[in-house]
């Protein structure tokens, strides 16, 4: 899979349309699957339905998940990178804020934001490093659940450029590798969606592996620890190659990867079988919440790369008139925010 970086003022309609569609099925799917929270796999005869949230969120109002990529989204949207320190002390710090009035916030999350003395992107990395090697884990699915929008501030930027910010995100709340290889390969399967159309998780994979043996470690913002998948990329390949195969299998439905989906290697494995298997974003974000126990994240995650490949204007307006949530927005202004991103923060024609 080789597809070079899109210019930000250059990118076609489809283009923006699918950047349009990771932004809007990902809360679509966040918000669908919020009442089944910790339910059970449904059969697949079963349409799910908006409905009041397992944290008691309103109908059609989105998640955690998706109010965690909101930071994100607008800071890329204002035409900013992750690159900037500023940038992400920003992100953190609108985390923090959020938090302390959010209906539900993930343990992992949580840990690190409530120990927030000063909101930091420095500050809770390091403390996202001291958690993980405390607890000798942190590979929840917190990290994955927000990384869409990453991946459309990057369309017009290598693939190194685009691992390091995954990455940098990634570890401000989840120091694990895991985190960093899901997210790393996610967002360039999505922005492979963007500029082609195409599902293409495998090239995502090989993309990765390449920026790991030709570029320097891509783990958090500067002056941290060397990754460990850094220091063994063949043993990284055959281990992702191997989860995506087994997503990709014949067959396979996310309430295959029901058990443990709330850690993020699960959590990925089951949001590609949603989309591999669907056709259509309602299909794929459907099937997600079908696969049951944390519907709201795997469906977010799944609908970030099916919006990719499928595009915005195929997200249901039924579902687009009900979608809303922190801080206080809707599915017009997720749209604006999502082609800004896309196009670098620059405005068109008619602004």
Known sequence: MTVNPAPAASLTAQQLDRAVGAVLASAAGDALGSQYEFGPALPDEVTPEFGM?????????????????????????AGRTLEQTDALDE?????????????DVGVQTSGILSRLHTPTADAATALSRQAHRAAGR???NGSLMRTGPVALGYLHRSPAELVAAAGRVAQLTHWEDDNVAACAIWCLAMRHGVLTGELDVHGALDEYIAVLRGAEPQGGAGG?????????????????????????????????????????????????????????VTDAVERAVRGGN???????????????VYGGSAVPSAWRRRLHG???????ELAR??????????VDAQG
Request: proline share 3%; hydrophobic share 50%.
């Open 138 to 140: 942190s590979a929840g």
């Open 326 to 332: 922190w801080p206080g927005i809707d599915a017009n």
């Open 294 to 308: 944390d519907t709201d994240t795997v469906a977010a995650i799944a609908g970030a790369l099916a919006g990719a």
């Open 91 to 103: 992100i953190v710090a609108r985390w923090r804020e959020w938090s302390l009035t959010a209906k």
């Open 53 to 77: 949230g397992h944290f008691g969120h309103a109908v059609g109002e989105w998640t955690d998940d998706t109010s965690m990529a909101m930071p994100i989204l607008q800071v890329l949207a």
């Open 337 to 346: 925010l999502a082609v800004l991103a896309a196009r670098g923060g620059a």
């Open 224 to 280: 941290h620890d060397e990754p460990e998948h850094v220091r063994d990329v063949a043993a990284v390949e055959a281990r992702w190659r191997s989860l995506i195969d087994e997503a990709l299998a014949a067959g396979i439905h996310p309430r295959d990867f029901r058990a443990h989906n709330g850690w993020v290697v699960r959590a990925f494995q089951g949001a590609l079988a949603a989309v591999a298997g669907s056709r259509s």
